[in-house]
């Protein structure tokens, strides 16, 4: 029997993405971002999907998921990319993880062993500081403190994803002369900004390692096509055709009867919905995928149902209904979701709940 509702992660397309990336970032180093749950995919098994593609660092926004990564076994080195209170760097500390800083207070804090990155904000406007002084007394402070590690100067890109790389040029040369100066007295430095989008458009943004979060999974930076960049995308959300209906002109489907038939129609009910993650907003805004053809959800999308018209064939209870994926010739990606919600593709995937289960599997 058919679950209501199931996120299938292809960890194979997940490793041959990092291979494809780290392809494209040689000879930078590169680093999985593996934040949210990894996107929506999972976060063990896309760590570890990564790894075995070519990233030699993953990336994380928190010290519980530093802590999740260590206690499911996944080794190698790790940067905690966000802000960290006291006892959030503890936690962080003890999974072994590096840490960002650009405070000095925040660096006197610190106990023996973390290695830290500085960061430089560019131009992204949130964490990190606007000073290159700062910044360098940061880096110093680091530097001549026993017992902490100097290990990377990093800045965040606010436009790479943009048609216009006005603005990336800017933050790049803001950034690059001040990492180059103090890699120059410090030969290890990891100097780090591009995301995915950089990655893939600008190689003077690659420096010493690329940050990569959403091609990893094989969405498309740009909101496109990720197949144009050699991506695979990981991730399917299936359902199944629940219930078969017969509607006649006049009748209707859902709450404040949003769908009325104006002539005879089969509905299917699939249950799923926005308690999972399928947003109200594709109320008669989106299409599934059913006995590989494509068929317009109608009426409103409720917590745990949803309906689509099948027209005038009606398909058999217990069909597949694909909202995220491919089914036959018919494909249905998350850039398209993203589109009709007027948002991006990361926020479909990571918006699917975790009343979902995720099946891992390898083609």
Known sequence: MALRALARVDVGAIERNAARLAAAAAPARLCAVVKADAYGHGLLPCARAAHAGGASWLAVATAQEARALREGGVGGPLLVMGALSEPELAVAVAAGADVVAWREAFVAGLPAGTGVHVKLDSGMGRLGTRDPEEARRVADLVA??????????????????????????????????????????????????????????????????VRCGIALYGMDPFQADPFAHGLEPALSL????????????????????????????????????????????????????????????????????????????????????????????????????????????????CGISARVPREHRRT
């Open 144 to 209: 001549a403190t026993p017992g902490l590690r100097l290990a990377g100067a990093m800045t965040h890109l606010a436009t790479a994803d943009e048609d216009d790389p006005g603005f990336m040029t800017e933050q790049l040369a803001v950034f690059t002369p001040w990492a180059q100066r103090l890699r120059a007295e410090h030969p290890d430095l990891l100097v780090h900004a591009a995301n995915s989008a950089a990655t893939l458009r600008e190689p003077a943004a690659r420096l010493d390692m």
């Open 238 to 349: 299936v359902s199944y055709v629940a219930e078969v209906k017969r509607a006649e002109p006049g009748q209707s489907t859902g709450y404040g009867r949003r769908f009325v038939a104006s002539e005879p129609t089969w509905l299917g009910t699939v249950p799923i919905g926005y308690g999972d993650g399928v947003r109200r907003a594709l109320s008669d805004n989106a299409e599934v995928l059913v006995g590989g053809r494509r068929v317009a959800l109608v009426g409103t999308v409720s917590m745990d149902n949803l309906t689509v018209d099948l027209g005038p064939e009606p398909a058999q209870r217990g069909a597949e209904a694909v909202l995220l994926g491919a089914q036959g010739e018919q494909r249905i990606l998350a850039e398209e979701m993203a589109r009709r919600l007027g948002t991006i593709n990361y926020e479909v995937t």
